[in-house]
């Protein structure tokens, strides 16, 4: 296992359409992330899961972003009818419980989204 | 308020020099804080967690300033490879990371 892992890399989509992004955490890892990163800022939290179990969501995440991670492993992130406002990074990270004890996140490359 | 507020930089220093970033935090019941490192158009990357007694790695020192509520990251010698933006966080009390907008570093030759 060499880290945790997004698909794609890039995504280029029309304004109006859907688009799904994929991460694959670490595989110990039962804690999984996301966050989008847009120009000159830090990373935003949009949600989390422990397990499948989503615990908690941001008020950035609209009814037209959706999260799943179905099994414990795997996560998507699906955005609906998009608008030129997604343009940004969506990372993923991962960790271990809580990511104490220093361990903080481990972050996949992201997906950087262009809407057009 | 921000929950993390970083100064945004750029901090422009020549090699050698020590530069010096603070963060502030405004809840006071967090526990965990972390400095990130995020090259240009990568992945910000672990550099280290900030403890109550301090941390030391090499040339880095990271001090949390629970009574201010300010956590601050020394880099002494600084090397053309320490031009990044870093990342100041703190983990809640769900531990999610909630991060700062960066402090950008550029080391000139």
């Known amino acids: 296992d060499t880290g945790v892992s997004q698909d794609p890399r890039h995504k280029i989509t029309k304004r109006g359409q859907n688009v799904t992004f994929r991460c694959d955490p670490i595989?110990?890892?039962?804690?999984l992330y996301w966050y989008r990163q847009t120009l000159g800022q830090g990373p935003e939290f949009l949600t989390y899961?422990?397990?499948?179990?989503?615990?908690?969501k941001s008020r950035l995440l609209s009814d037209r972003f959706s999260a799943e991670r179905p099994k414990g492993s795997f996560s998507t992130l699906e955005i609906q009818r998009t608008e030129q406002g997604d343009s940004a990074m969506y990372l993923c990270?991962?960790?271990?419980?809580?990511?104490?004890?220093?361990?903080?996140?481990?972050f996949g490359s992201g997906t950087r989204l262009t809407v057009v | 308020r921000k929950e993390v507020e970083q100064d945004p930089g750029p901090f422009n220093v020549p090699e050698g020099a020590t530069v010096a970033f603070n963060c502030t935090y405004s809840?006071?019941?967090?526990?965990?804080f972390f400095w990130y490192r995020q090259d240009c158009r990568k992945e910000p990357k672990l550099l280290m967690s900030?403890?109550?007694s301090g941390n030391e790695d090499g040339r880095f020192t990271a001090q949390l300033n629970r009574a201010s509520q300010y956590i601050s990251l020394l880099i002494r010698d600084s090397k053309l490879s320490d031009s990044a933006t870093y990342l100041c966080?703190?983990?809640?009390?769900?531990?999610?990371?909630?991060f700062g907008s960066g402090t950008r570093l550029l080391v000139r030759p």
């Open positions: 990270a991962s960790s271990k419980d809580r990511g104490r004890g220093g361990e903080g996140y481990t």
């Open positions: 595989s110990e890892h039962n804690r």
């Open positions: 899961f422990q397990n499948e179990a989503q615990l908690e």
């Open positions: 809840n006071s019941a967090s526990q965990s």
């Open positions: 900030v403890y109550s």
């Open positions: 966080a703190e983990a809640d009390s769900s531990y999610k990371l909630i």
